[in-house]
């Protein structure tokens, strides 16, 4: 029987998830591939720290060559994170002809036309369908069952802690961050949640589902990003009150030969599919031309699942190489000579509707003096919510505004008018909505 | 630039599907492949029948030969439907060493010995993503994506005109019969509903998933078979009151070395991610060892869908042509000399809670003397249930019961003891509820 040779680097959670799978699930792997897959060299910068896993029968080194040099690792996995290390260790891997699969979205995100770029120039595979919503294969069904496809429109739910965050702040009426002390105590949120709660994590994601999806490489610092600690138990009460619900969307879209590619809490209707999405699962909602709507669920995160897609990617990658093929997918769905440069919208001109939320004093002409200014802006109202009346004048109420498809430019613009006037009692919370095809 | 030239058998609403996506989308095609897709010859009965879309450029004919014989076509797409004469176009198409695309159910469920045996035979890969679930890449995730996972369990709502019925009966407490004949008025149903509504459709569907799961071919006529026609809007409304929603289910799952496969109306939970599939769509929700909770989600039917499942794996096949890749993935996931024959369970061996309405009058002791009958058959209650009181004693009553996990000879032993007592009022309904992971 034939030998596939793995060369690992990294050993954290996601490293020692491919270890236990490698190792229980070995016979599944090798009923399916007619050939064994051994994991046989792992680097790490720390190769005598204690892990979760057994390592025998592994050579643990803390020198990249050792695997890099090695004529007889067939595939390369990069579990190291960051963008720095682990680029070196791609594109040399790539060099040396030995395909990659990693789960790094950072690196894929920031550094696409180096890591794209090589994998088009050496003709390799490259597998990346741990780096977006963990177990889900969500990637592979982008290149391979959706090919045909005209991508219309691509929303995910792809961090898991925010939206562990925004469920718990959905059905407890909690502020944000006492749910995201919760978090960080139960090992949902990292001990520095900057990254997960102001989107970052998710615009990683998003880059590479707009690339996959439309042939190109977006520059990732194009995509718009917003976080969710501005998010109020007083806005999501008042969503659910008009039928929303709140989550933080990954949005990409193809309008007029530019892509939309933007993270932000989003109003999604209630009774959508996505919104019932809870905790830490992840869901990628998709549109085709023909396909129309899919989603694809599950966890986005997690030692098991993310190491069940990084082991699909090493036994695909195995098939290829088992049956002398070289290449195989084009790493972003079309042939090099397809690859566009595709402009992002910049986010002041998307077109949306919007949740505005304003704090006033409860005076006659209040409503009018505001809508006056949106309309002004071309901006048309569809509802209008104010939830309490004031006890005593000098106490601000509450008036959510819900608009019509608007252009953000005049949106923000309204927004400073109205900020200036007398009776504003604090800034204005403003919220995209996303109206799903379903 | 190379092509890859197509012999279509077959020129229903799934035929004109994939007529329109080649055409429409021939550009983005071309991107993926570095190749043209050329729908070059179609085969039909009726080749001078009006068709929806223009047939410029296609050679039509109602001779198989005229496609089987020539050796300029590349791939066979095979959507005549029915187990005999596609049966043996696809057999004389891989005879011939062609590749086949098919989303004819019947066949690879009640063929697939025939079927799947030639394509192990001769080496070939066999296209069937559109044969389950429409435009959900469903299979690809199980032989791609999952591929290193044991699979526990498989739910899958596989059925749209079921799943719409189901979801009207729920949504307006309307009866079957009702429901049944608007979806035929709107064209959601058959003029002869029996394939669908009596669960054979599901059926065929559970067979492909479990033979590709658990790389087996499952005999289909040991696959329990319950349709939904003797769902009542009463037992949607208990199961409401108790939590649950009624959806017809296709379960499989590898229990101590035998395969449970059985499509049945199943009681889920309200809060569940399946109950909240309504009206045609369809979804399957596969949990794996690994990878934990996955759900899939989209249209199960309809041209355009089915059409694109259709286009994806003529691309999948197309590619390992242009590469000179032989093979290809294995067309049961597994290689040949690791497909196993595993045995159904009975329907009557399975362990499952239940759903049970009895019709009783209502006399002092009457629960007493039904939950002796159940104890003695080691089945014990999870809750009782009993909607309302008679207002005169000879008028029957409902009673709910929900058991604890039981086996099911001794749930139906049970019954046939309680049916012949002399307070029961009518035949008592069954329903099985299933207790997914997630």
Redesign the interface.
Same mark, same amino acid.
């Given at each position: 029987m034939r030998t596939i040779n793995i060369g690992m680097f990294g050993l954290g959670v996601v490293g020692c +998830?491919v270890v #236990?799978?490698l190792r229980? #699930?070995g016979d599944?792997?090798r $009923? &399916?591939?007619?050939a064994d897959v051994v994991l046989a060299k792992a680097v790490t910068a720390h190769p005598r720290k204690a892990r979760s896993v057994s390592l025998d029968g592994i050579a643990v080194s803390d020198n990249p060559d050792t695997i890099l040099d090695d004529p007889r690792i067939d595939i390369v996995v990069e579990l190291v994170g960051g963008t720095k290390a682990a680029k070196d260790i791609v594109l040399r891997a790539m060099d040396a002809g030995k395909p990659v699969v990693t789960a790094n979205k950072a690196l894929l995100a920031e550094e696409a036309r180096a890591v794209f770029g090589k994998a088009y120039e050496k003709n390799l595979p490259l597998g990346l @369908?741990a780096s977006v919503a963990g177990?889900?294969?969500i990637l592979? %069904?982008l290149k @391979?069952?959706?090919? $045909? @496809?005209?991508i219309l429109e691509i929303s995910g739910i792809v961090n898991g802690t925010c939206n562990y965050i925004l469920s718990k702040m959905t059905s407890e009426g909690a502020a944000f961050d006492d749910v995201l002390a919760e978090a960080q105590r139960l090992g949902y949120a990292e001990t520095d949640p900057t990254f997960d709660v102001q989107g970052f994590d998710s615009a990683h994601k998003l880059a590479i589902l707009v690339n996959l999806a439309y042939?190109t490489m977006v520059p990732y610092k194009d995509i718009y990003c917003e976080g969710i600690s501005h998010i109020t138990p007083m806005d999501i009460a008042y969503a659910d009150q008009m039928g929303y619900v709140i989550k933080l969307l990954a949005i990409g879209k193809l309008v007029d030969g530019r892509v939309e590619a933007r993270v932000h809490p989003t109003l999604v209707a209630a009774d959508h599919?996505l919104s019932?999405?809870h905790g830490v699962?992840n869901a990628v909602y998709i549109t085709? =031309?023909?396909? =129309?709507?899919? !989603? $694809?669920?599950? &966890?986005g995160a997690g030692a098991?699942?993310t190491? %069940?897609?990084v082991?699909?990617d090493i !036994?695909?990658i195995s098939? &290829?190489l088992l049956? +002398?093929?070289?290449?195989?997918?084009?790493p972003l $769905?079309?042939?090099a000579d397809?690859l566009r440069d595709l402009p992002v919208v910049p986010i002041h001109d998307i077109d949306s509707e919007y949740y505005l939320r304003f704090q006033v004093l409860d005076r006659v002409g209040v409503l009018a003096r505001m809508t006056t200014v949106l309309g002004n802006n071309n901006i048309s109202i569809q509802s209008m919510f104010q939830p309490s009346t004031a006890d005593h004048p000098s106490d601000p109420v509450q008036v959510v505004l819900i608009t019509h498809n608007a252009r953000e430019r005049n949106v923000l613009k309204s927004l400073e008018e109205i900020k200036t006037m007398d009776f504003v009692a604090g800034s204005p919370q403003l919220i995209r909505i996303e109206k799903l095809i379903d």
């Open positions: +998830g #236990n799978i229980n #699930n599944l792997i $009923s &399916r591939l007619g @369908e177990g889900i294969p592979r %069904s @391979e069952g959706l090919a $045909s @496809e005209h042939g599919l019932q999405v699962f085709g =031309d023909n396909v =129309d709507a899919t !989603m $694809s669920y599950g &966890r098991a699942p190491g %069940s897609a082991v699909g !036994m695909d098939r &290829r049956s +002398g093929q070289k290449g195989g997918l084009p $769905s079309v042939m397809r």
